[in-house]
C-alpha cells in the first residue's frame, strides 16, 4: 500500500483500534508491515490459518468500515495478493511465493540494506526470480521486496526482515534455495523460509480483480484519471 498525505495518524490510531479485534478472529495468525527497501510502496499484510478464515474476516462487518475508509481516505494505492500453504503432497504449480524471514541481531543500517539490496538484485535476476508485479502491469526495480525492519503483532522477535519473491515453478525456486547467495543471507541472521502456492479468486469475486483472478489493486491516480 502507499498512504495517502494528511491522515497518515488517523490510519495508524485505527490500526490500533483494530488489532485486538482482528486478533480475536477465527484462524489469525499475524499482521505485518514495514518500509520496502528501494520502492514507493509500505509492506501490510494478514495471515490466516486458511484461505476460508481470510475471506471471513473480508466479509466482517467490522472490517468493511476500515476498507471502506483506506479507499476513501488512507491510501493512495493498494494492491492484494493471496497466498495458502500447499496441502500435503501437493505438487508446487507456480507462480509460487516464497517468504524468507530473517532473525537480526540489529537493524539494518541504510547503506547496508543497499548494498544487500543491490547484491540480491543481481542474484536473483540471474537465478529467475520473475519480475516483481504491484500494481497490473506495474513492477518492482527488483524482483524482489526487502521489508523491515518489520512490525508485527503477535512480535516473533526483536528484529525481524522478510525477503519476498515470486518464482515461475518448484525447480527455479530450488536453485535460489540451493545458491551460495542465498545461503550468505545468514550473514544478516537466523534464516527461514516458506513457499506458498497463489489463491485465485473467480471473474467478478472482488472488485478491481485482474481477469486471471490472481490479483486486485487501486489507485487514487487511476480513478482520478
Given at each position: 500500500?502507499?498512504?495517502a498525505?494528511?491522515?497518515?495518524?488517523?490510519?495508524?490510531?485505527?490500526?490500533?483500534?483494530?488489532?485486538?479485534?482482528?486478533?480475536?478472529?477465527?484462524?489469525?495468525?499475524?499482521?505485518?508491515?514495514?518500509?520496502?527497501?528501494?520502492?514507493?510502496?509500505?509492506?501490510?499484510?494478514?495471515?490466516?490459518?486458511?484461505?476460508?478464515?481470510m475471506?471471513?474476516?473480508?466479509?466482517?462487518?467490522?472490517?468493511?468500515?476500515?476498507?471502506?475508509?483506506a479507499?476513501?481516505?488512507?491510501?493512495?494505492?493498494?494492491?492484494?495478493?493471496?497466498?495458502?500453504?500447499?496441502?500435503?503432497?501437493?505438487?508446487?504449480?507456480?507462480?509460487?511465493?516464497?517468504?524468507?524471514?530473517?532473525?537480526?541481531?540489529?537493524?539494518?543500517?541504510?547503506?547496508?540494506?543497499?548494498e544487500?539490496?543491490?547484491?540480491?538484485?543481481?542474484?536473483?535476476?540471474?537465478?529467475?526470480?520473475?519480475?516483481?508485479?504491484?500494481?497490473?502491469?506495474?513492477?518492482?526495480?527488483?524482483?524482489?521486496?526487502?521489508?523491515?525492519?518489520?512490525?508485527?503483532?503477535?512480535?516473533?522477535?526483536?528484529?525481524?526482515?522478510?525477503?519476498?519473491?515470486?518464482?515461475?515453478?518448484?525447480?527455479?525456486?530450488?536453485?535460489?534455495?540451493?545458491?551460495?547467495?542465498?545461503?550468505?543471507?545468514?550473514?544478516?541472521?537466523?534464516?527461514?523460509?516458506?513457499?506458498?502456492?497463489?489463491?485465485?479468486?473467480?471473474?467478478?469475486?472482488?472488485?478491481?480483480l485482474?481477469?486471471?483472478?490472481?490479483?486486485?489493486?487501486?489507485?487514487?491516480?487511476a480513478?482520478?484519471?
Open positions: 500500500m502507499t498512504l498525505s494528511g491522515p497518515e495518524d488517523e490510519f495508524w490510531k485505527a490500526q490500533e483500534r483494530m488489532g485486538p479485534i482482528v486478533a480475536a478472529q477465527p484462524g489469525f495468525r499475524a499482521v505485518i508491515g514495514g518500509p520496502i527497501a528501494n520502492s514507493r510502496w509500505m509492506y501490510f499484510c494478514g495471515k490466516f490459518a486458511t484461505p476460508a478464515d475471506d471471513a474476516w473480508y466479509d466482517s462487518r467490522q472490517h468493511k468500515p476500515v476498507m471502506d475508509r479507499h476513501t481516505t488512507w491510501f493512495d494505492a493498494f494492491y492484494i495478493r493471496k497466498w495458502r500453504a500447499p496441502e500435503a503432497g501437493e505438487a508446487l504449480a507456480g507462480p509460487l511465493f516464497n517468504e524468507t524471514a530473517i532473525v537480526a541481531s540489529e537493524a539494518v543500517p541504510p547503506a547496508r540494506a543497499t544487500i539490496v543491490d547484491g540480491l538484485r543481481e542474484a536473483m535476476t540471474r537465478h529467475g526470480a520473475l519480475p516483481f508485479e504491484t500494481l497490473a502491469d506495474e513492477y518492482e526495480q527488483q524482483p524482489f521486496q526487502f521489508v523491515g525492519p518489520l512490525e508485527e503483532f503477535p512480535v516473533v522477535a526483536p528484529v525481524r526482515y522478510l525477503l519476498v519473491s515470486h518464482w515461475a515453478d518448484a525447480a527455479a525456486l530450488e536453485k535460489w534455495l540451493s545458491s551460495p547467495e542465498f545461503a550468505s543471507l545468514s550473514e544478516i541472521g537466523d534464516v527461514t523460509s516458506e513457499t506458498l502456492v497463489q489463491v485465485l479468486h473467480a471473474e467478478g469475486e472482488r472488485e478491481g485482474k481477469s486471471d483472478g490472481s490479483q486486485r489493486g487501486w489507485s487514487r491516480d480513478v482520478a484519471g
